[in-house]
């Protein structure tokens, strides 16, 4: 684990880290994004097109999408990159990759043929998934079809009309593949991620908890809110960045 970083607000850490990827973009243009979806992702992305981050020369790689939703349906992750990356970052749309329900084992070759991902974006399920990688998953595990905990389908019930509407299954990145990325970054918030965010970074690396496969990777970033930072115990935590971040933007 290379940097805790514990925040005043959401915005504060989408800043933060739009911040690093800005940095990163204007250096290498042609950068591979690991792209991935949920709220706490979103303030990334938000922050990313407030500071003009330009990804016209990016690739994207997602981390995860829905078995069974129409590619077009407004909550398929592609769909919600394509809002939130292709029309408002920049990022071409014949640049954003997704796995294929279909051949979810091709992705891994996708991602290696385009040369690796650079930096990896990740939240984390309450139950401690990253990806749709459920408890119970491999900690070498590569690109599949999985199906999804209910805590899971409850959770993400929110973006349908019902819990019945959420897809059972999904494709995701698998925690090996996860792990091959250069570089990862992990934001969290709210006092309902406290306990898979402690059992990630301070438990036993275990596929029980998938997300505990971060502890094994040399470059992982975690942006925590003080709520989901809540049940952390022994981790250091780098200081704020209150001094720098522009509060009233
Ligand atoms: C979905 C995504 C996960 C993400 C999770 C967290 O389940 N497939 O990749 O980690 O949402 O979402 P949120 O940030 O909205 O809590």
Redesign the pocket.
């Known amino acids: 684990m290379t940097a805790v970083h514990v925040v005043g607000s959401r915005r504060e850490a989408g800043w933060l880290i739009a911040e690093q990827i800005g940095e990163l973009v204007r250096r290498v243009p042609k950068i591979n994004l690991g792209l ?7 303030t990334v992305y938000t922050e990313l097109d407030r500071q003009g981050v330009d990804l016209g020369k990016a690739r994207g790689f997602a ?2 999408e829905y078995i069974g939703l129409p590619e077009a349906h407004p909550q398929s ?1 592609r769909s919600v990159l394509t809002r939130m990356v292709v029309d408002t970052l920049g990022l071409p749309a014949s640049r954003l990759m997704l796995p294929d329900a279909d051949h979810p084992e091709l992705f891994d070759r996708v991602i290696d043929r385009w040369g690796g991902v650079d930096l990896q974006l ?5 139950e401690g ?4 990688n459920e408890a119970g998953s491999s900690l070498g595990s590569r690109t599949r079809a999985v199906t999804l905990a209910e805590s ?1 389908r409850r ?2 019930a929110r973006f349908f009309e019902s819990v019945e509407k959420v897809p059972r299954l ?1 494709v ?1 990145q698998g925690v090996g593949t996860i792990l091959r990325a250069r570089r990862l970054v992990l ?4 006092a ?2 406290a306990e898979a965010v402690a059992a990630a970074l301070e438990g036993p690396i275990t596929a029980r908890v998938p997300a505990s496969a971060l502890q094994l990777h040399p470059d992982v970033t975690v942006v925590l809110d003080r709520l989901a930072a809540g049940g952390l115990q022994f981790v250091g935590r780098q200081p704020s960045t209150a001094s720098t971040f522009p509060r009233r933007l």
Do not use: Q
């Not at 998934?129 to 749709?132: P, V």
């Open positions: 991935a979806t949920g709220s706490s992702i979103e981390l995860d992750y990740l939240g984390i399920g309450s998934h990253i990806g749709f899971t959770d993400n999904a995701t934001l969290a918030f709210g309902s991620k």
